[in-house]
């Protein structure tokens, strides 16, 4: 009932969530509440051409994730062998949050500060709406208009640019899990 009171689709609560509680006469109220989905928000290119600083924790992140290059794209993957693009970013971040659960991107998008696209950096998460309204895509921003992510498309983790056609269109925003 408090799930569904809250919109939300795990049983994970985040420090400094807040939630609902619904009452006996207050619970038809509460389900019927509406949150519309983010939508696609187009974003100055500039931003998209930063590098990361040397020893930075955003080019660590980076690094990090480019270890899973050519690893192959399954649903639900959290393993080294294969990934989605949620169990990409849990494999990358989880040792620098170690509370950190495997999530989806709508969880992932709702946890993590939201930044202005033109403060993009490396380490920084991307977020995109393609198969459901809302974040249902994501990856890892590498610097030099990129990103890295778990893609079903191309069969595993790849790096393709924001300006893609595909993904440039689909842009919902960028939000950070750790200050890179």
Known sequence: MIKRANGLWTDIILPGQRLDIPTRGSVAVLARRYTPAPQPIPVPRVAFQRTAREGSQGARLVQEAKRYLGVRYVWGGTSAHALDCSGLIFRVFSSYVPS??????????????????????????????TDDPGPSHMGIFIGDGKFIHASSTAGGVTITSLDDPFYGQRFLGVRRLLNP
């Open 100 to 129: 950190l659960g495997r999530l989806r991107s709508y969880d992932y998008f709702r946890m993590s500060k939201i930044v202005a696209p033109e403060t993009l950096l490396p380490g920084d998460l991307v977020f995109f709406t």
